[in-house]
């Protein structure tokens, strides 16, 4: 006999809701805001340069750009890569929306090109068959924390003249052939919202090697302003000079202090977030009805995700039903990504679903797992009872 599932009136697996992520803050990362909140400097002071120094170090690369959140790096990564009106930027379809959005910020034409079956990372075989004379540059995303096929990306982003942005909100602490994610790429984003993998509230990162992109992002966060305000006050001098439009997309050393205390975290973080997809992984291995996700050669992820595809034709019911039970066994599972073409604004911008296969029957059946390095064993273990009681109710005989 199989348990009665929750959703039919049975005893939940556990009694309060395990959320897919969530942040961990501590009395340090505490301590650390309120400092800030006594000193002089709320905002713009000495925590924005320490925290990007720091950040810069953590992750191998020469510059890092703190923002206001990873859309906001994102759209100052497309503006350093020069792209306006009728420029194409080359991306996947499999990913948060404002991947694409920051593209059309300047009027640029989002190129969807289709995900490998086994990373669900964009395909390089399918990014060069899309280039053409008016692409610019590829976003690629890091889906789950496994980074994309950036050896490929970066031949072909030489070969054909094009800017290599690389979205890794999902891949801070990862590595490609012992590289660090940040170090690779010209433009690299990260995000600092909660469920990320190090936090500053709200915040986001570009990492780059190259100076002028820096120096030129740091003047569009505050307005295309050419001065800052030290060097006014040095001067002693109000004059200051506006050379192109900007917006407000400063992160405040209120954000600052908190991400840089986190950050001090993020190798313990990575150890218990590896620890967990491992061991999902192990547990999964006898279920037909999963497929656990791939990890490819070369790489370390950074699982901000564990994302495992339900094996439909040996399940009586569809992947809403399972998401539906396993929600009323209190495991928050939840589903990335709607395909971003399929959103009405894209849409109407004239994509159409089906023209991305691979990508578009994975979604059909993405589950996204409870994972953060806060769970307990327990969290893990009522994750696992929980997938377990649930296919085997739903399990085709
Ligand atoms: C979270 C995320 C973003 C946006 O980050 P925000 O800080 O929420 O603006 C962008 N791309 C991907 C893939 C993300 O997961």
């Known amino acids: 006999m ?6 039919d009136g049975g005893q939940p697996v556990r009694d309060v809701m395990l959320p897919y992520g969530r942040q961990c803050v501590d009395e340090e990362d505490v301590q650390r805001v309120v400092d800030v909140l006594r000193s002089p400097w709320l905002t713009t002071g000495p925590k924005v340069g320490e925290f990007e120094a720091a950040f810069a170090d953590a992750v191998g690369a020469r510059e890092a750009v703190v923002v206001s959140n990873g859309t906001a790096a994102l759209h100052l990564a497309v503006c350093a890569a020069g792209i306006g009106a009728g420029d194409q930027v080359v991306t996947t379809p499999l990913t948060f929306v404002a991947t694409a959005n920051a593209v059309r910020f300047q ?11 086994e990373s669900l990372n964009i395909d390089p075989a399918k990014v060069e068959s899309v280039v053409g004379p008016r692409t610019r540059a590829i976003i690629a995303v890091d889906f789950a924390g496994q980074p994309a096929e950036l050896d490929e990306l970066r031949d072909i982003a030489t070969r054909r003249k094009l800017t290599l942005i690389e979205d890794a909100a999902h891949a801070l602490g990862a590595t490609y052939h012992e590289c660090p994610i940040g170090s690779i790429s010209t433009l690299t984003t990260f995000s600092l919202h909660p469920v990320k993998h190090i936090t500053a509230g709200e915040g986001g990162v570009v990492t780059t090697d190259d100076a002028a ?3 030129r992002m740091r003047r569009l966060r505050n307005h295309g302003i050419t001065r800052d305000d030290k060097e006014r006050a040095r001067r002693a001098s109000w004059h200051y000079e506006i050379d192109e439009l900007g917006w407000n997309y400063r992160l405040s050393d209120i954000h600052c202090a908190l991400g840089q205390s986190q950050l001090g975290k993020l190798a313990t973080w990575l150890e218990r977030r590896r620890a967990i997809a491992a061991q999902y992984t192990r547990e999964f291995a006898d279920l037909p009805e999963v497929q656990v996700p791939a990890v490819c050669g070369g790489r370390e992820s950074a699982w901000h995700l564990y994302l495992v595809r339900l094996n439909l034709d040996r399940l009586a019911v569809d992947r809403l039903q399972v998401f539906r039970a396993l929600r009323a066994e209190n495991i928050g599972v939840n589903v990335h990504y709607i ?3 399929w959103h009405p604004y894209y849409r109407r911008l004239g994509y159409r679903a089906g023209d991305w296969p691979v990508a578009e029957s994975a979604y059909e059946r993405l589950l996204s797992l409870p994972i953060w390095p806060g769970m307990s064993d327990a969290d893990v273990a009522d994750t696992v009872r929980a997938m377990r009681k649930v296919l085997a109710a739903y399990r085709l005989s």
């Not at 199989?2 to 959703?7: G, K, N």
């Not at 009027?107 to 079956?117: K, T």
């Open 2 to 7: 199989t348990d009665r599932l929750a959703i």
């Open 213 to 215: 992109l820096a120096d």
């Open 339 to 341: 395909p971003v073409p």
């Open 107 to 117: 009027q640029g034409d989002v190129v969807f090109a289709d995900v490998c079956e």
